[in-house]
């Protein structure tokens, strides 16, 4: 656990001031090399064992990274990232079956799943953070909320225990964990409101846009605890020291902010 807070103190204020003081376009860059490591640990979560094949689906997807922003930025984003918001819907149906797609038959679907979770969220964090004066702290945000839905989970859940979540994905989580951070993540849009341009008589809907993407962060975390699950391993990988891999610290935030930047838009945020 020491090594673990030693850890997040180092690389919380690098991401905060990543995201406040950065241009967008180093951002982008930066956030493409994070996201990239998370996938070259989901190719080997996957079943992917050929060093040349998961290197291969890391230099497709940069090559995909760099078309976009280069011949599509940034209308064709926008559809980027509703693509994922859509697959987590999708993946909801999947958790209730935690054992469909052990088979290594399932491989194709399980890298699509990655390109859905990687490309998405990379497109989503970039629109966030150029969306005028005020982007870089939208930015931030959507990354807080999720950190604080997160935060609040743990301690509620291992304060007050209780029922179990989801035993069959991951026996640690709780239903009063997930309630915390459900309740963590609304709390914190009342003082962000004002920081972001949110006028009072849109709290309610900032709101339920906090408590939306509460669930989606559980979502994205179940998801990956799935896959790790079926292919009996403890962590994504190690890169992190007391955290596991990189794919274990963004498994939320994947699922979390493209939902993010579509309910935003839809709810004219």
């Known amino acids: ?75 064709s984003f926008v559809y980027v990232a509703t693509a994922g918001a859509t697959f987590w819907l999708l993946a909801c149906a999947w958790l209730l079956k935690p054992t469909l797609g052990k088979a290594s038959a399932w491989l194709p679907l399980k890298l699509l799943a990655g390109t859905l979770m990687i490309l998405p969220t990379w497109a989503a964090i970039s629109l966030l953070h150029a969306d005028g004066p005020l982007g870089p702290r939208w930015a931030l945000f959507g990354v807080l909320l999720v950190w604080a839905a997160d935060t609040f989970a743990y301690f509620a859940g291992s304060r007050i225990g209780g029922p179990k979540l989801a035993p069959k994905i991951s026996p640690g989580k709780t239903w009063a964990g997930f309630w915390g951070g459900v309740i963590g993540a609304c709390v914190i849009c009342i003082p962000a409101a004002p920081l972001l341009g949110v006028g009072w008589d849109r709290l309610p809907v900032f709101i339920a846009l906090g408590l939306l993407v509460a669930f989606a962060s559980v979502i994205g975390d179940l998801f990956e605890s799935m896959m790790k699950r079926q292919a009996g391993a403890k962590d994504s990988g190690t890169l992190i020291p007391g955290h596991g891999g990189v794919m274990d610290r963004i498994d939320s935030v994947v699922a979390a902010l493209p939902v993010f930047v579509v309910g935003k838009l839809w709810l004219a945020l």
Do not use: D, F
Not at 26 to 40: C, D, N
């Open 1 to 75: 656990m020491k090594q673990r807070i030693v850890t997040a103190l180092l690389l919380a204020p690098l991401a905060i001031a990543m995201m406040l003081l950065a241009p967008t376009a180093w951002v982008m860059i930066i956030l493409a090399v994070a996201l990239l490591l998370g996938l070259w640990e989901w190719t080997r979560l996957i079943g992917v064992t050929s060093a040349t094949a998961r290197i291969g689906v890391i230099a497709a997807h940069a090559a995909a990274m760099l078309m976009l922003a280069l011949y599509g930025w940034p209308a």
